[in-house]
């Protein structure tokens, strides 16, 4: 399948985690190497993910490659200037584009919530090392990155979806929402990954007049699902968490990979961008 034909430039927005990257080890693959190539035919890649800011700069900036960066579930999103950052010659500074308000300015108000809920759920930062290292399967340094949230708190849920419900509608009175991504839920404000697709969306085609955009998503989990239902084409990359994806319409109309990441995601993008000689 090539639907190349009829426009200029993809928009290309992933998630990392089980899309990417694999879900085991966090390896890449040749998922970098075909990043370059796409950039390289014109088209642009965008990361929107769950991770934190810190976390996905580290991970480009180590392989060379600037990308535009949305980060925490659609929290924040971030520009590369182009210009390297002097203190570290293989990264780049990036300008914020859109920043939702800071988690830690809001969470002081919700203190009764948090006492009717107690016993319910605990918070990432409130876990014990070990335990954040077995439910993160993250280590060292990469663990410090995953810490530096900034438009989020994650949220370890241990009891029923009933309870869940409850919070949810609890915390929505205070313009807050709950994401549910594969391995942890995030509390946040009233923004996705969705919403912050929409907004690069338009940055690019107010800078760029004379293109004609198409839109790609590539997820695997809930918490890709309004990215994945807004884009022009979806696909899921086989994961664990794709029984998470409870959505019809989504599912029917999907590209899905028969390999998981990082395979997967070359697979998807394979049979939609037209690669030439790669």
Request: charged share 25%; with cysteine.
């Amino acid at each position: 399948m090539n639907n190349n034909s009829n426009i200029n430039t993809y928009l290309i927005f992933t998630d990392l985690d089980g899309t990417f990257l694999s879900n085991d080890d966090f390896s890449f693959g040749d998922n970098i190497k075909l990043t370059k190539k796409l950039l390289s035919l014109g088209h642009f890649v965008i990361v929107n993910s769950s991770k934190t800011f810190a976390e996905i700069h580290d991970l480009l900036s180590s392989n060379d490659i600037s990308l535009p960066i949305i980060c925490e579930t659609g929290g924040g999103i971030y520009l590369p200037n182009g210009q390297p950052d002097n203190n570290q010659s293989n990264h780049h500074v990036y300008t914020p584009l859109f920043e939702a308000p800071k988690i830690l300015k809001i969470q002081s108000d919700l203190s009764s919530v948090f006492n009717e809920f107690e016993g319910d759920f605990r918070f990432f930062d409130d876990l014990d090392k070990k335990d954040q290292e077995n439910l993160s399967n993250l280590r060292g340094d990469g663990l410090i990155l995953a810490s530096q949230r900034v438009f989020t708190k994650l949220i370890v849920w241990e009891s029923d979806m009933n309870r869940l419900g409850k919070f949810t509608r609890a915390i929505e009175k205070y313009n807050l929402n709950i994401i549910k991504g594969a391995r942890f839920c995030h509390l946040c404000t009233a923004f996705s990954k969705g919403k912050s697709m929409n907004i690069l969306l338009s940055y690019y085609m107010d800078k760029y007049p004379e293109n004609t955009f198409k839109t790609i998503a590539l997820g695997d989990s809930s918490n890709d699902i309004d990215m994945l239902m807004q884009a022009d084409i979806s696909c899921i990359i086989k994961s664990v968490g794709n029984n998470k994806i409870n959505n019809e319409e989504l599912l029917k109309k999907s590209i899905k990979s028969s390999a998981p990441a990082p395979l997967g995601w070359q697979e998807c993008l394979k049979k939609i961008v037209n690669l030439g000689d790669s």
